[in-house]
């Protein structure tokens, strides 16, 4: 119960300090900024997300290819797409996503050790890459962290060499051991240096084009280079997944109208989230449930038709 409650509670406390910080303008003004945005850019948005989600379904692919199997990419695609359209949006990535991998794997006839397995580097990968591009902005640059987040250091830079140490460390385990590594009942898999490399720089990638939907959306002039707003769209996620709030809703927000205004009004700032949730979030979350109402269907003709 304590997690659900704290979850609610940062809901809850986001949306306060939305709706503290638009107090000044009017519903209007939000939608007359969303409708501001040009048509090219909402496309290249479009694009970028695209592009995103194709980079998603490396993490399929490389978990594969890891468990020694071989599998026609369409379907480790299809399982990708599936599962982080889906758990993006719903949140809880460990067990949506999870579930969405477990029913496709299994279906195709893994067990549920190897199911475990793709499941574990997935996860893995995901947090490498926002360790590995975290680490990287964070000693970059000095982003002052918000005071209303009550964190015990003023800037992300100690959270940047925290998060480069994590990233070297799991490198050198990699190319000089050969075994996984235990901590209690806890099995972190041991990957080849080569196939560790190409997860890092994949899941770097998919941050990377994630954080350039929202910064194709801001307004102009963005006030802000990519490599300074990418410091605080990392923040705001890190913030959002700790909160464990769906999709970090709310959450996300605040940050990035704490730390993108007043250089960015409120109101401005409020319609290119809006825009970005849409495309970002929910197109990949409809095309999911397509696609999964789609492969249902398709199974359901092929059991009827091989009882005909």
Known sequence: MAPIFFSVLLFGLSLWAIATELRKYSLKDVFNSLN??????????????TINYLLLTGYDTLAVKYINQSLAYKRTALVAVISYGISNSVGFALLSGSAIRYKFYSAWGYSAIK??????????SFWLGLFAV???????????????????????????????????????????????????????P??????????????????????????????VPKHFSFLGFFGIYLLGQIAGIISNVPGGLGVFETILILLLSPPIPSSQLLGSLLAYRGI?????????????????????????????
Not at 36 to 49: D, G, M, S, V, W
Request: charged share 10%.
């Open 190 to 219: 041991h990957l080849p240096f080569k196939l560790s490399l190409a997860q890092i720089a994949l899941t770097s990638l998919d941050w990377m084009f994630a954080a350039a939907v929202l910064y194709v959306l801001l307004p």
């Open 115 to 124: 199911i475990a397995q793709i499941i574990t580097f997935c996860n893995l």
């Open 134 to 188: 975290g680490g990287a902005v964070f000693a970059l640059t000095p982003l002052e962290i918000p005071k209303q987040l009550n964190l015990p250091f003023l800037s992300v830079r100690p959270l940047g060499f925290v998060f480069l140490a994590i990233i070297i460390a799991y490198l050198l385990w990699s190319g000089l051991s050969k075994k996984p590594l235990k901590i209690k009942n806890w099995t972190l």
């Open 280 to 308: 970002y979030y929910f197109l990949p979350l409809g095309a999911s449930i397509l696609l999964l109402g789609w492969y249902e269907l398709k199974q359901r003709w092929n059991r009827q038709t091989t009882k005909i």
């Open 36 to 49: 501001a945005i040009p048509n090219q850019y909402l496309l290249l948005a479009i694009a970028l997300t």
